[in-house]
């Protein structure tokens, strides 16, 4: 019976061990998950980490995309409450692809896009549909430039305007 405690007890360790996010870059590179079937988890491969982590100092753009094989959705939790489902896949199929942009811009693969404000978070996510019992996404954090930095360049595009023009009525 000590050997079943002792067991158990190491089981509980690994679990407990791996509790812990993976922390990712907000850059707007693509950070990959992996998933085993409808209903799991969305986890990072190397550590099997369960959340990712991550901290804004602006709004910013998370990105989900399916990749592989076509077919997969996903339901995306920020923080405790749910942000929403990927898009419905237009296909199920076998033509994979492991680039994140190209699946991206590829109809044929579920994508999400949600708007998140300034702070902490902590994303999780289960797949939802997965015609071939596991695959792979990935997801992106990207800044979006603040409404000043669109005032900066209107400002500034008016002003090369003003010279152009001033420059033709010259000539």
């Known amino acids: ?6 067991l158990l007890a190491a089981a509980i360790a690994a679990f407990a061990f ?3 996010a ?17 209903g799991s988890s969305l986890y990072d491969f190397d550590s099997l980490d369960t959340s990712f982590t991550f901290t804004l100092n602006q709004a910013s753009l998370l990105r989900v995309v399916d990749a592989g094989f076509s077919g997969d959705q996903f339901t995306i939790v920020a923080n405790g409450s749910n942000l929403g489902t990927t898009s419905a896949p237009t296909v199920q199929e076998i ?24 702070g902490s978070y902590t994303i999780t996510g289960t ?14 954090v990207t800044a979006v ?26 000539v």
């Open 18 to 20: 791996n509790a812990h």
């Open 1 to 6: 019976m000590k050997p079943v405690r002792t």
């Open 127 to 140: 797949a939802t549909l997965s015609p071939f019992d596991s695959g792979i996404g990935y997801l992106s």
């Open 145 to 170: 430039p603040e409404p000043e930095s669109y005032a900066m360049l209107l400002a500034g595009l008016g002003l090369m305007g003003a010279i152009a023009r001033r420059r033709n009525r010259n």
């Open 95 to 118: 033509d994979s692809i492991f680039d994140a942009a190209t699946a991206w811009n590829d109809a044929r693969f579920s994508k999400g896009t949600w708007n998140l404000a300034a």
């Open 22 to 38: 993976v922390s990712i870059s907000t850059d707007g590179s693509w950070n990959t998950f992996d998933f085993d079937a409808v």
